[in-house]
Structures are given as structure tokens and as C-alpha cells.
């Protein structure tokens, strides 16, 4: 109404005045509430992240860049890496059970043919669902819905798209897993409806909200929803406002490329969604904590690339580390027969590719015909053994670099490091000897030593290093103050045992330079937690 008086001239000067600030401060005051959507939360979901954050993620089928989708790796995969929901398909099998499927057909992401509503579910836990995907995932089973709801009981909530169910045995199998608080149901209104009949408010769902079609009082009286769903087209503040007011939760769906991309992440984030269903939630997370902490307390190096959801040593893994913001990305080098440089870890082929024998024995040529991605998943499937040239390139203009010189002539990395303008942005780690020829060839050269014992410090610091590589079982508050006044920073690898948010505290609240792990994901949370609760 104001809007349409200011433009047909009704207002006088005056009145147009405090018109103007009248809306101003409404826009500031439902920007507010979109702000604070815990304040009148209505139902009240299962938290699987402590403390809670205010911007949830949704992967949409689990992590299924880490495993085949709607599978039980895939959606414990978010538990694995704090990502609070899973997005998963539910249908009906022709003896009336509940399975986890997105498909109507089976034959694309299994060994079998044929309708799911077609076969029973023992039928359809016969098939292969993983092997499509990658060899490691053979025999990989399709979920019923119970098994499902009894692997993510207090570990993650769950979206469940009603493709084709059952109303009354979902409600069943819902409360029989006594996962009520962990689930929201979505599905069309009579679906919903039915699911309301059977379990009154007790199961929250959710549908579509169309805001150029559905009248907004009428939608909340007829669905009675726990959350809406809302395209990232349609999300304003003043939507997300009005449903928060109502005490519905607001859920964002950015699937496809338009849609899954930092801009609109960003846009929802401000409009204030309370969750963001994406394709990406490892990039939606990284982002958004970006967004909410500024500065990291550390940096994190990303172990052969982003190697948990690409194939390791990778242009793919190392792209996907950068997108993630990373700091560093550590590459190990080795040597073909004639003397090219590619990025692999192991000395033999057999691990990561899809040939065999010693790297140091095949020339360049037969190396790159090499699959090194189809071993991790179907998505790779073709990936070629990257040369250190093209790994340096897919690092962009922001990313370090970290060298693992495994097997390549000082003389040689210098040149690449040079060629690829990094002397600013790498750090190279090798032994002791290693590095001192690294310095008479470039005094600019990073020089990243081992550093196995507190007693090995004055030998390591004689070469004047950039930083050490300390073995996690020596680190201390004390160890890394030494090398602070040496101006020498500390990196550690807590691979394996010491990948835990406690030990990433700890070293945070010691003062360590930089984190490198298989797992960015549980370092950010520790960042998170150490960032709003000190100890």
C-alpha cells in the first residue's frame, strides 16, 4: 500500500518521509526475526550437531560424492563430517515394504532390472548397489526404510521424499525406531495428510510452498506443516519471516548448477533458512562458517588433494580442495621412467590406478593412459594421472601449495615452483639433506623438515626453515613456542588415530600454524567450537 502511494503521489513530502523510515525499519525488523528463527521454533527437531548452528545442511541422496547415493555409507558419511540431514527416497515394494530408492526402475545404480514396486524388497536386497559406483562399494545393499531409521537413530536427521509410500506403516515404522524427531516427512497434501490422520502432530512434514500460486494464511491452515520447502527462487526474507512467525522452519532446496553456488548460498543464508538442501554440502559448509567466523585460528592442508571426496593426487581432488577454501594442498611427486613429474602417492601403481608395478618403471606416455579415478568412484571414471605442471595449475591463484618430494631432483622442483610462480605460496617437504640443497639452489625456497622429537629441534632449525613438520605425538604448547621465537611455524599431520575434533582443540589452543588431514570437515568443527566456546 505505502508503495503504491508513493508512486501515484498521494503522500505529502512529510508523509513520504516517515513512510520511508516506516518501511526501513520493517525491513530491518523482519531481517531480525529471519536472523533469530530459533526464537519460536515450533517443533522441536533432534539436534545431531552440539551446540546447534543456525544455517543447517541437507545433503541431497547423503554425501554421494563420497559413496553411492541413498546408501548407508553415504548418509553416515554426514555424521562422519557434522552435516546435520540426509536427503533420501522412500517407495513401496510389491510385498508393502518401505525401501530406500530414488528411481522407479532399478537399473541404473544396480546389477538388476525391472520397477521397484515390482519386486519384493528381499528381491531387491539381492542386488548389487554399489559396484556401479566403484569396486570398493561391491555388494553394497538397498536399505529398507526400518534399517535405515535404526542406523541414523541419534546421529542424523533424515528427509524422507515420499516417492510412493504407505502412510500408515511409515507413521510405524517412524515411531517403532522412535526416530519422530529426526524426521521430517515430505510429500504432496494428501500424502501429508494421511500421515497427520495416522500420527497427529507427533511427525513433522513439510511440502513445496509456491508463493506466486499457494495463498499464504490457506497453506498454513490445510498443510499444518512442521517446515516448508521453498525453491531458492522463491526465498525472500520476508517469506522465511512469515513462516518463522508461524513457527514453521524454512527449507531451501538449490539443487542444479544456477542454484548451488556461493552467491545463492549466500543470498538464502541472509534471507534466513533455517536448512539448505544442496548437491554440495561440503562447499556449503566450508562457506558458510567462512562467512560466520571470518579468519580461520588455523590453516588447514588438505592430504593429496580433497582425497575423502575425489580421487587422491587428483586435478579433480585438488580443484575440490580448493573450492573448499583450503590454505594448503599437499601433492606427492614421483618420477616416470623418462623423466616426466606426476602426482602420485605410492611407488607402485596398483592402489590408485588401474595398472601395476613401480611408477618409476613405466615412461609418461603409457602412465597417462592410466584410469587413476574409476577405483574411487563411477564419477572419475576415466580421470588421467595428473603431471605436476597440471596439478600446480589447478591450484587457481589463492591455494598453497604443499610438496611431498618424494621422488623428484631438487634442481627439477625449483624450476616448477618457479615456472608456476609459487615461490610465495608452497612449502616442500623432504628430509634434512633434501632441503639444504634446496636452499643453495633457491634461498627462497619454503623448507618444510620432519621434526620427530622436541630434542631434534637445533638440527632441524640450523637450516632455517619455514616450518617444521612435527610428529603429532610431539607436539605441546611448549614445543611450538620454541619454534614461534625460532619464527618458525609448526604443521602437523594428525592422520589416522589423531583425527578427532579434541586432539584438532587442542592443537588450536596450543597455537599450531597449520592442520593437515584426510578430514577438513571435523577441523572445521573444531575451529566452530573453539571459535564460540573457549576453553
Known amino acids: 500500500m505505502f508503495t503504491f502511494m508513493f508512486r501515484v503521489g498521494l503522500l505529502t513530502p512529510a508523509s513520504r518521509r516517515a513512510c520511508f523510515w516506516l518501511l526501513v525499519f520493517s525491513g530491518f525488523l523482519c531481517m531480525s526475526l529471519a536472523r533469530s528463527v530459533q526464537a519460536q521454533p515450533g517443533f522441536e527437531f533432534f539436534e545431531p550437531v552440539q551446540p546447534p548452528r543456525r544455517v543447517q545442511v541437507m545433503a541431497h541422496r547423503g554425501l ?86 535404526t542406523l541414523t537413530r541419534g546421529k542424523v536427521n533424515l528427509y524422507l521424499d515420499c516417492k510412493q509410500v504407505d502412510p500408515a506403516r511409515l507413521v510405524q515404522e517412524i515411531r517403532a525406531a522412535k526416530m519422530e524427531s529426526q524426521v521430517v516427512v515430505y510429500g504432496n497434501p494428501e500424502l501429508l495428510a494421511a500421515v497427520r490422520d495416522n500420527a497427529g502432530e507427533s511427525i513433522p512434514r513439510m511440502t513445496k510452498f509456491h508463493p506466486r500460486t499457494d495463498n499464504f494464511d490457506q497453506f498454513l491452515t490445510t498443510m499444518e506443516p512442521a517446515a516448508v520447502e521453498l525453491d531458492a ?57 567462512r562467512r560466520r567466523i571470518g579468519r580461520f585460528p588455523v590453516q588447514i592442508a588438505y592430504h593429496r588433494g580433497a582425497n575423502r571426496y575425489a580421487p587422491e593426487n587428483t586435478v579433480a581432488a585438488i580443484r575440490q580442495a580448493t573450492a573448499c577454501g583450503a590454505d594448503y594442498v599437499e601433492i606427492d611427486i614421483q618420477t616416470s621412467r623418462d623423466g616426466q613429474f606426476v602426482l602420485l602417492h605410492d611407488r607402485t601403481l596398483n592402489r590408485t590406478t588401474n595398472g601395476q608395478g613401480p611408477v618409476s618403471d613405466q615412461p609418461l606416455e603409457a602412465l597417462r593412459r592410466l584410469d587413476a579415478g574409476a577405483w574411487f568412484g563411477k564419477p572419475f571414471a576415466g580421470t588421467q594421472v595428473p603431471l605436476l605442471d597440471e596439478g600446480l595449475a589447478a591450484l587457481g591463484d589463492v591455494s598453497r601449495v604443499y610438496l611431498d618430494a618424494k621422488n623428484i631432483p631438487p634442481a627439477d622442483l625449483v624450476a616448477a615452483t618457479r615456472k608456476h610462480a609459487l615461490l ?66 609448526v604443521f602437523s599431520d594428525a592422520l589416522g588415530l589423531h583425527e578427532t575434533v579434541a586432539d584438532y582443540r587442542q592443537a588450536l589452543r596450543w597455537g599450531i600454524d597449520v592442520i593437515q588431514t584426510d578430514h577438513p570437515l571435523r577441523v572445521l568443527r573444531a575451529i566452530e567450537l573453539e571459535q564460540d566456546n573457549p576453553q
Not at 552467491?263 to 534471507?271: F, G, R, Y
Not at 538442501?277 to 558458510?288: A, I, K, L, N, S
Not at 621434526?451 to 603429532?472: E, H, M, N, R, Y
Open 233 to 289: 527462487a522463491d526465498v525472500t526474507v520476508e517469506l522465511c519471516c512469515a513462516f518463522h512467525n508461524a513457527g514453521v522452519r524454512v527449507q531451501a532446496k538449490v539443487l542444479g548448477a544456477e542454484w548451488d553456488q556461493p552467491a545463492i548460498w549466500d543470498k538464502m543464508i541472509t534471507a534466513g533458512v533455517d536448512w539448505l538442501q544442496t548437491d554440495d554440502p561440503v562447499g556449503v559448509r566450508f562457506h558458510e562458517v
Open 64 to 149: 554421494k560424492m563420497l559413496a553411492p547415493e541413498n546408501t548407508g555409507a553415504a548418509i553416515l558419511g554426514c555424521y562422519s563430517d557434522f552435516i546435520e540431514w540426509a536427503e533420501v527416497d522412500v517407495r513401496l515394494t510389491h510385498d508393502g515394504q518401505h525401501v530406500i530408492w530414488h528411481d522407479t526402475t532399478v537399473e541404473r545404480l544396480t546389477s538388476g532390472t525391472g520397477r521397484v514396486a515390482d519386486q519384493t524388497l528381499a528381491q531387491l536386497q539381492q542386488l548389487d548397489a554399489g559396484t556401479w559406483w566403484a569396486p570398493r562399494f561391491q555388494n553394497t545393499r538397498l536399505l529398507s526404510l526400518a534399517e535405515l531409521l
Open 424 to 489: 610465495e605460496r608452497h612449502v616442500v617437504y623432504q628430509s634434512l639433506d633434501y632441503c639444504r640443497k634446496l636452499r643453495e639452489l633457491e634461498p627462497a625456497m619454503r623448507l618444510l623438515p620432519p621434526l620427530k622429537t622436541p630434542a631434534d629441534f637445533d638440527k632441524v632449525a640450523s637450516i632455517q626453515p619455514f616450518g617444521v613438520d612435527a610428529a603429532w605425538s610431539a607436539l605441546s604448547a611448549e614445543l611450538i613456542q620454541r619454534c614461534h621465537a625460532a619464527n618458525v611455524q
